[in-house]
């Protein structure tokens, strides 16, 4: 796994290791784990933009604010939930 971080958001790729394949086979994950590793890969994706943008846009709406915060919660659930099935698969 690599870690990078922006500013305050940490983004994880996983990678897939290779054990006792030959260095001239490809291998392929199932469908629902590479659904799994897009799909976080959105999701981080989106938190990053409501962290660096959205909520700084909507600072002088209250409700705005609010929405905002509320969906960044969710995303962060969401990416953490994805994260342990991830693990389990890989």
């Known amino acids: 796994m690599c870690t990078?971080?922006?500013s305050?958001?940490?983004f994880?790729?996983?990678?897939?290791?290779?054990?006792?394949?030959?260095k001239n086979t490809t291998?392929?994950?199932?469908?629902?784990i590479y659904n799994l590793l897009l799909q976080a890969t959105q999701e981080h994706k989106?938190?990053?933009?409501?962290?660096?943008?959205?909520?700084?846009?909507?600072?002088d709406c209250a409700e705005c604010s609010a929405f905002w915060e509320k969906l960044?919660?969710?995303?962060?659930q969401h990416i953490a939930e994805l994260e342990a099935m991830i693990k389990k698969h890989l």
């Not at 994880?12 to 030959?22: F, H, L, N, P, Q």
């Open 27 to 32: 291998t392929m994950l199932n469908n629902h």
């Open 4 to 6: 990078v971080s922006l």
């Open 72 to 76: 960044e919660k969710d995303k962060e």
């Open 12 to 22: 994880k790729w996983y990678t897939v290791r290779k054990v006792g394949i030959s």
């Open 8 to 10: 305050h958001t940490t």
């Open 46 to 59: 989106s938190l990053w933009r409501i962290k660096s943008d959205y909520r700084e846009d909507a600072k």
